[in-house]
């Protein structure tokens, strides 16, 4: 006599044992939920990006009295960030964006005197805007504000006009299908 589990079923017209359906079932159901929770991954992956090479900047300064001479040819030049982001000597996240490293959005040169450096995100399209912009930053993070710039530029800052941390209707309601991001971080 055969158990319940090792009974055949038709499954999209091949025999299968009611096990393997279930399993073919299962998979089909994780690829799903995986699929719809992208923008959560993109989030994560964004943020930690964003603060691994805030921290790099931050220990290979830690030295320094400020950030002078900071800019993405001074962190290719000292191998200050991991060699996987940099190519063509520029520098692009994982998601395929430039990123800008300087003391503002442009990349910058910084300066004696400056404290504070910028990340700048450049060219991302909306799911990926929202996910950056909402990114869970602690507060010992450094992060001390956020600016988006599309055809209009909002600034984000705590206790700020539009504060940090970013709403996701907040995120759906700045960004557009091409954006920028800056994080400021001291």
């Known amino acids: 006599m055969k158990t319940y589990l090792l009974q055949r079923i038709n499954f999209f017209g091949h ?17 799903i939920v995986c699929f719809l929770k992208g923008g ?10 964003a603060l691994k090479i805030s921290q790099d900047i931050r220990s290979a300064f830690a030295s320094k009295p400020d950030y002078r001479g900071l800019n993405n040819d001074y962190i290719i030049s000292h191998k200050i960030i991991s060699p996987s982001l940099i190519r063509q000597n520029k520098i692009f996240s994982r998601f395929q964006s430039e990123i800008k490293i300087g003391r503002d959005e442009k ?25 950056l912009l909402t990114s869970p930053f602690s507060a010992d993070s450094g992060l001390v504000s956020i600016v988006l710039k599309n055809d209009k530029s909002h600034e984000f800052t705590y206790g700020g006009e539009h504060t940090l941390p ?18 400021s971080f001291e």
């Open 166 to 183: 970013v709403a996701k209707n907040s995120a759906d309601t700045f960004c557009k299908t091409k954006n920028s991001i800056t994080l």
């Open 107 to 131: 990349g910058n040169t910084s300066i004696a005197g400056d404290y504070h450096f910028a990340l700048t995100y450049q060219n991302l399209n909306r799911r990926k805007c929202i996910a």
């Open 40 to 49: 959560s991954h993109d989030q994560n992956a964004l943020s930690i990006e």
């Open 15 to 31: 025999r299968l044992n009611l096990a393997a359906a279930c399993g073919v079932v299962l998979i089909f159901i994780v690829v």
